[in-house]
């Protein structure tokens, strides 16, 4: 089981590489598009950084959070996206510096909850290591939206664990949001790291389950590639279906990955 330290460690890790994608790039390219929505690299490292502040806030001014979550609920579609788009005024540079600076204030913070206290977030309240691990998850994703933009080759690394963790624990929660019911049927899930290391979920003795490439999985989990483009499979008929909704991050999931060999007949 991973510690606070080893999760903020793989955090700093995960936001640097993706800062060093993005420090030397001439302001121009802060306007490159990198999703299929129309976000630019400006509009995904807003969405990282409001989202460390908003972290922050909970953190350090519960009260001031709970007035958020108020304002949230009265537009729980588009509030986080119009506080990301207030955020992506800033200009690049200075978005830049601001976002580190906030790494650094999170990171801090988080270190400093007591044992055994958990911090108020916009669904259930997280430990210090759950809210880590989602920071991980979601520069994880946008980074791999940005580099994929810019054309960098995106290396697998074991953070991606990370992401999975979070797909498998959200199992649930994606039934949810697809207006279904959970069948209550347990899945063994069996991923490969980059290094050949196994990382598994569930009980040994499933009916059910699922295997391949742990990169694969976070990319799928992310809804960052269509099931038909991603080294995972599905032993069962639940884990079948679970694999066509898994989401590893909060709100509805949105429409679905383009296949890559359709990617160029949408141009």
Same mark, same amino acid.
Request: hydrophobic content about 40%.
């Given at each position: %089981?991973?510690?606070?330290?080893?999760?903020?460690?793989?955090?700093?890790?995960?936001? *640097?590489?993706?800062?060093?994608?993005?420090?030397?790039?001439?302001?121009?390219?802060?306007?490159? *598009?990198?999703?299929?929505?129309?976000?630019?690299?400006?509009?995904?490292?807003?969405?990282?950084?409001?989202?460390?502040?908003?972290?922050?806030?909970?953190?350090?001014?519960?009260? =001031?959070?709970?007035? %958020?979550?108020?304002?949230?609920?009265?537009?729980?579609?588009?509030? =986080?996206?119009?506080?990301? !788009?207030?955020?992506?005024?800033?200009?690049?540079?200075?978005?830049?510096?601001?976002?580190?600076? $906030?790494?650094?204030?999170?990171?801090?913070?988080? &270190?400093?909850?007591?044992? +055994?206290?958990?911090?108020?977030?916009? $669904?259930?309240?997280?430990?210090?290591?759950?809210?880590?691990?989602?920071?991980?998850?979601?520069?994880? !994703?946008?980074?791999?939206?940005? $580099?994929?933009?810019?054309?960098?080759?995106?290396?697998?690394?074991?953070?991606?664990?990370?992401?999975?963790?979070?797909?498998?624990?959200?199992?649930?929660? !994606?039934?949810?949001?697809?207006?279904?019911?959970?069948? $209550?049927?347990?899945?063994?899930?069996?991923?490969?790291?980059?290094?050949?290391?196994?990382?598994?979920?569930?009980?040994?003795?499933?009916?059910?389950? *699922?295997?391949?490439?742990?990169?694969?999985?976070?990319?799928?989990?992310?809804?960052?590639?269509?099931?038909?483009?991603?080294?995972?499979?599905?032993?069962?008929?639940?884990?079948?279906?679970?694999?066509?909704?898994?989401?590893?991050?909060?709100?509805?999931?949105?429409?679905?990955?383009? &296949?890559?060999?359709?990617? +160029?007949?949408?141009?």
């Amino acid at each position: %089981m991973s510690t606070l330290d080893d999760v903020l460690s793989d955090l700093t890790a995960e936001s *640097v590489q993706l800062d060093q994608w993005v420090a030397g790039l001439a302001e121009p390219a802060w306007s490159t *598009v990198t999703t299929p929505e129309g976000w630019t690299v400006t509009d995904q490292i807003a969405h990282l950084h409001w989202t460390d502040m908003a972290s922050l806030t909970a953190l350090q001014e519960p009260e =001031v959070f709970a007035d %958020m979550l108020r304002t949230a609920a009265s537009d729980p579609t588009g509030f =986080v996206d119009a506080q990301s !788009a207030e955020t992506a005024l800033i200009p690049p540079g200075d978005l830049l510096m601001v976002w580190r600076e $906030g790494r650094v204030e999170l990171d801090a913070a988080l &270190r400093d909850v007591p044992d +055994g206290e958990k911090v108020p977030w916009f $669904g259930p309240p997280m430990s210090p290591a759950s809210m880590a691990t989602a920071r991980i998850m979601e520069t994880w !994703a946008h980074g791999h939206d940005i $580099g994929e933009a810019l054309g960098i080759t995106i290396p697998t690394t074991s953070r991606a664990r990370h992401v999975c963790h979070i797909g498998v624990r959200a199992r649930g929660y !994606a039934y949810l949001v697809h207006g279904e019911t959970d069948p $209550g049927v347990d899945v063994r899930v069996e991923l490969t790291g980059p290094d050949g290391d196994l990382w598994t979920w569930g009980p040994t003795d499933a009916d059910e389950r *699922v295997t391949g490439s742990g990169h694969d999985f976070a990319l799928l989990a992310t809804r960052r590639r269509h099931l038909d483009d991603v080294d995972v499979v599905a032993h069962g008929e639940h884990a079948a279906h679970w694999l066509s909704i898994v989401q590893a991050f909060a709100g509805m999931p949105g429409a679905d990955p383009v &296949r890559l060999a359709d990617r +160029g007949s949408d141009a």
